[in-house]
């Protein structure tokens, strides 16, 4: 009988954060290498926790880490240090594929371009993440439709986005962030490309979306458009140097 038994070092696991904690980023980097040595640290241990139905926006200047943020919040990149759960699943240790899946089922995305194809009607256009993980025909066509209902376009559903106006192109593309029921809505610079009378018309829907339940992640560097959120983060240098109420709210 041997005299010592061998113990196996275990690794501990990050310990998951509770519940109603939608989005939480403890001691997160994101390192880029630039050849010949040269690195950039886009993100410098970041700390940030939202809510379940917060809205959140995420404000600061070019080269601020912003981006970088975002694109890890939305799955689109993994840290180089650090963890991040998302909906209480630590996503920072996935591999691609997962990562695929977690973006599909949990992330809605509002891009500034709005991204939608060109010779596909607005149905066409919000149905595509439901064909992606393979929702039936049927039901497909009734959830798409349902959402563009939701932001106001059931007349415009077979309309293909030239036949649209810059407002109605971005609430196409607000159906389809929310046609797979998303933990949360993500949106880069949403008003970015609209006027200013579009631009408000697409943030009162946002906040009505919020106060349907939604939570909602708001990255722009407008401080007008910032103010719509109840929280305002700022970055800089690729570290958070304020997390307050935005001023509607204070």
């Not at 980097?29 to 809510?51: C, F, H, K, P």
């Not at 691609?96 to 371009?113: H, M, P, S, Y």
Request: hydrophobic share 40%.
């Amino acid at each position: 009988m041997a005299l010592f038994e061998t113990v196996t070092d275990v690794v501990a696991q990050p310990e998951a954060p509770p519940n109603g904690e939608m989005i939480v980023v403890e001691d997160l980097w994101r390192t880029y290498d630039m050849g010949s040595e040269q690195q950039v640290q886009a993100l410098r241990g970041v700390n940030l926790r939202i809510r379940q139905n917060e809205y959140v926006a995420i404000m600061g200047p070019s080269g601020s880490g912003k981006s970088t943020l975002m694109n890890l919040i939305g799955c689109l990149d993994t840290p180089s240090k650090g963890n991040y759960w998302l909906n209480g699943q630590l996503v920072s240790e996935l591999d691609d594929d997962q990562l695929a899946r977690i973006r599909n089922k949990e992330i809605g995305f509002v891009f500034q371009t709005f991204n939608l194809l060109a010779r596909a009607t607005a149905l066409h256009n919000v149905e595509l993440p439901l064909i992606y993980n393979g929702t039936p025909a049927a039901e497909r066509i009734a959830r798409a439709k349902e959402s563009l209902a939701d932001v106001g376009l059931e007349s415009r559903m077979y309309h293909k986005p030239n036949e649209l106006s810059g407002g109605q192109r971005q609430r196409v593309a607000v159906a389809r962030a929310l046609v797979n029921r998303p933990s949360i809505i993500l949106a880069d610079e949403p008003t970015g490309n609209l006027d200013s009378k579009t631009g408000l018309e697409i943030m009162a829907l946002f906040d009505t979306l919020h106060a349907n339940g939604n939570t909602i992640v708001l990255v722009t560097h407008e401080p007008d458009i910032a103010e719509y959120a109840h929280r305002v983060v700022h970055i800089r240098d690729g570290q958070i140097y304020s997390d307050e109420p935005s001023k509607r709210f204070r």
